[in-house]
């Protein structure tokens, strides 16, 4: 797609459903459109949406090293449940060694470097050769999303972005996973409505930012892969 036509896309889409925006991306990108999923609520209910729309779009999952069993073992009902067609991005290091080339939990004294090199390299290559990914940013998350728009350029995957979910509020995203009777990670329901890795996430406090337990007291909100 010409970059040019974005402003006039974005109008079209701004008030659009999240179905008709995965249908805009199917039609628009095809076979150079996926997903990114952490599997996280958002996630699942993007992944149940895309399905509808069209089944074998790719899906690509940031495999870091340090998730939540919970997390891993969603991801094992997801693919059963809807045959994903999952491509899992990972490091080639071990946490062991980065632990010996990083020092040891490098996700405390630099948080920004682990993400770059457990998270943004590896999705960065996972994205060479597609035109666009979508994400499951909603705009009510946090000041970093506040004004996510249906598609965006992505200046630092260098593709486009499409955020089907942008208007979706939590508890939009909590009615849809019960209707459809979708799974989801049974740490939402332990004070986790937002979830990465496990050294890096913890529960929130009624009435704090959705995704304040991401880097907890660190002044971090984002991996990188959204900055
Ligand atoms: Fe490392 Fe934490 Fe980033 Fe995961 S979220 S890649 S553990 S800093």
């Not at 008030?15 to 150079?32: D, H, K, N, Y």
């Not at 457990?118 to 000041?143: C, H, I, Y």
Request: contains cysteine; glycine residues 6%.
């Amino acid at each position: 797609m010409d970059i040019q036509r974005l402003p006039q896309i974005q109008e079209q889409l701004r008030s659009s459903p999240a179905e008709a925006i995965v249908a805009w991306a199917l039609e628009t990108f095809g076979e150079r459109f996926a997903v990114g999923t952490s599997f996280g609520a958002e996630a699942m209910v993007l992944m149940d949406i895309v399905h509808r729309v069209q089944k074998g779009v790719p899906f690509v999952f940031l495999d870091t090293g340090f998730h939540f069993h919970d997390t891993l073992a969603l991801v094992e009902q997801a693919r059963a449940r809807y045959d994903v067609n999952l491509i899992v991005a990972k490091t080639d290091l071990t946490p062991q060694q980065q632990a010996e080339h990083y020092g040891d939990q490098l996700f405390l004294h630099d948080p920004d470097r682990c993400c770059e090199l457990r998270k943004v390299e590896p999705m960065r290559r996972a994205l060479a050769g597609f035109e666009a990914w979508a994400t499951g940013r909603r705009s009510d998350q946090n000041a970093d999303r506040a004004n996510a728009r249906a598609v965006e350029w992505d200046a630092k995957f260098e593709l486009f972005k499409v955020n089907p979910l942008k208007d979706w509020s939590w508890d939009d995203i909590r009615s849809y996973l019960a209707l459809h009777e979708i799974p989801y990670n049974r740490l939402h329901d332990m004070g986790y409505p937002s979830i990465g890795c496990a050294p890096c996430t913890q529960p929130v406090k009624p009435g704090q930012d959705l995704r304040a337990g991401r880097w907890a007291g660190t002044g971090k909100s984002e991996c990188g892969l959204h900055k």
